[in-house]
């Protein structure tokens, strides 16, 4: 399985950008997905997961900016985020799992893709 992000780039803050993750592979053993993001000096954190069947999880600091989608026909995640912040600034990292409920463990995400950067100026 493979992952690519797109979509990250340098927006000023109370803009918006759409991060896209295309999965291609052995996408038959992918269900539940998630995105996580990692800021300079700081852990990775979970920001947004889906289920298979469209169940879905925000981190409180997201909830109400940022939504998480599934196109299933194009094999593609997506993460639309609204009003940014200048503290959302950090490398985006799509992930990938066959568990089919929502997964908020990190170990238990079995493919990851490379990250996209989104900086958010203030």
């Known amino acids: 399985v493979q992952l690519v992000e797109s979509g990250g780039g340098l927006v000023q803050a109370g803009g918006s950008l759409r991060l896209s993750c295309a999965a291609s592979g052995s996408i038959f053993s992918i269900n539940a997905m998630g995105w996580y993001r990692q800021a300079p000096g700081k852990e990775r954190e979970l920001v947004a997961a889906i289920s298979s069947g469209g169940s879905t999880y925000y981190a409180d600091s997201v909830k109400g900016r940022f939504t998480i989608s599934r196109d299933n026909a194009k094999n593609t995640l997506y993460l639309q985020m609204n009003s940014l912040k200048p503290e959302d600034t950090a490398m985006y990292y799509c992930?990938?799992?066959?568990?089919?409920?929502?997964?908020?463990?990190?170990?238990?995400?079995?493919?990851w893709g490379q990250g996209t950067q989104v900086t958010v100026s203030s």
């Open positions: 992930a990938a799992t066959q568990n089919t409920i929502v997964v908020v463990t990190t170990a238990e995400y079995d493919y």
